[in-house]
């Protein structure tokens, strides 16, 4: 008879689910992601000296060329080691591969930090979802290390 209960009420509850419309795709939710950023780099960006970056001008400063924008995804999405400069500061850290993230959410995430948190600096262009999944793709075979090498070439202060 209980069995008989469960299956009456699993039967109601898909009834009364079968009539909610949902979002098929919620827009990502670029401030939230950033709460995996700022453990690193602070709740402002302003990173701790010697170990992790600050996210200032230097992101918007990328974020003005194709090749510094591709870092700036790939940074995201496949991770980074050192050495890098910033700010005229070397940084030999790592930071992982920010895995879990769809390409909106990265987008999302870049969009928040480069109007946001880094307010200064060149105009910040917005990244879309298309650009990221191209950024993607096309640094798939790279490492972090890989990714690492790329930022003084494509514009990193």
């Known amino acids: ?6 299956l009456a009420l699993a039967a109601g509850g898909a009834a ?11 827009a990502a939710d670029g401030a939230a992601v950033y709460g995996r950023c700022a453990a ?10 010697g170990a992790f970056p600050p996210l200032g001008p230097d992101v918007r400063t990328l974020a003005t060329g194709e090749a ?6 790939l940074v995201v ?15 030999r850290g790592v930071m992982p591969a920010q895995g879990g993230l769809d390409d909106a959410s990265v987008a999302a ?3 928040h930090v480069g109007t946001m948190i880094v307010k200064t600096g060149p105009e910040f262009k917005p990244f879309d979802e298309a650009e990221i999944s191209a950024f993607r ?21």
Do not use: E, F, W
């Open 1 to 6: 008879m209980k069995l008989a209960a469960l």
């Open 77 to 91: 999405t496949r991770g980074v080691s050192g050495p890098i400069t910033v700010s005229g500061k070397p940084y």
């Open 40 to 49: 690193c780099h602070t709740k402002t960006g302003a990173g701790v000296p």
């Open 68 to 73: 510094g924008r591709r870092y700036l995804a």
């Open 16 to 26: 009364a689910l079968a009539g909610l419309t949902l979002p098929v795709h919620a």
């Open 109 to 111: 995430v870049l969009n």
């Open 137 to 157: 793709a096309g640094g798939a075979a790279l490492s972090a290390q890989d990714v690492g090498k790329l930022h003084a070439a494509a514009g990193g202060q």
